[in-house]
């Protein structure tokens, strides 16, 4: 059997300390998973159910530990927001797995942007459409190597940031996820069945705002290498 056109590349983001990488299946993304981040988005930020959007697999970028990747600015918008976020890797399927079960179906973590067409985005919410073309485009989900939890533990608590050209822009804690990552999971997992592979994008605190070209980004998470992007 042949392929009528050569099958793409699998995206696979390398584990940290490791020769290995992880293939991406799924992307699935938080809505307004930090209060304070939902009230600057006009929302209540009392506890509903979560919500979720999907990037494509390769929407991905991963970035090696030291390397800055140059993110090319997108088409269609003039205002391009960052997204610091705490990535979960599913390691194991599953399907209505309980709060209590959901951590060992996560097999690491990551940090990632998610990078978004804002003016795109509130102009699709506005008209009840769908997101896609604000959260879903080329290169949208850059993110650093994967640390196994097994190593160094799961991340329920520590600083998250990111810094642009220097100059603080969000700063919270994991600790502040409306949904813990065992929550998403288990909620997550009555909508779809996880498999290994797929990563969750947990949402971003407050502070989100615009880049232009030429800027540097850096992300970080407590007990994670920094995530470092330049617009081009
Ligand atoms: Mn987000």
């Known amino acids: 059997m042949t392929y009528v056109f050569t099958p793409p590349a699998v995206v696979a983001v390398p584990v940290a300390n490791s020769e290995e990488k992880v293939a991406v299946r799924r992307v699935y993304c938080v809505g307004r998973n930090y209060a304070a981040h939902a009230i600057e988005m006009g929302f209540d930020p009392n506890r509903e159910p979560p919500f979720f959007f999907c990037k494509p697999a390769d929407a991905v970028v991963p970035v090696a530990e030291g390397e800055v990747y ?27 797995i309980t709060v209590e079960n959901a951590l060992d179906h996560v097999w690491g973590y990551a940090v990632g942007l998610d990078m978004t067409r804002r003016d795109l985005q509130m102009k699709m919410r ?32 520590g600083a998250i940031w990111l810094t642009v050209d220097g100059a603080e822009r969000q700063r ?5 996820l409306i949904w813990s990552v065992a929550e998403t999971v288990a909620y997550l997992s ?30 970080g998470v407590e007990g994670l290498a920094d995530l470092v992007v330049d617009v081009k």
Do not use: C
């Open 70 to 96: 140059a993110f090319p600015y997108p088409s269609a918008t003039h205002n391009l927001h960052y997204e610091a976020e705490l990535v979960a890797v599913i390691g194991k399927s599953g399907a209505n």
């Open 126 to 157: 506005e008209m009840g459409r769908p997101w896609e073309i604000g959260k879903a485009f080329d290169y949208s989900a850059p993110m650093g190597p994967i640390y196994k939890a097994s190593e160094i533990g799961h991340v329920t608590e």
């Open 172 to 176: 919270s804690d994991i600790n502040k």
């Open 190 to 219: 009555t909508l779809f069945k996880l498999e290994p592979g797929d990563l969750i994008f947990t949402g971003t605190p407050e502070g989100v705002g615009a880049v232009e070209r030429s800027q540097q980004m850096r992300v």
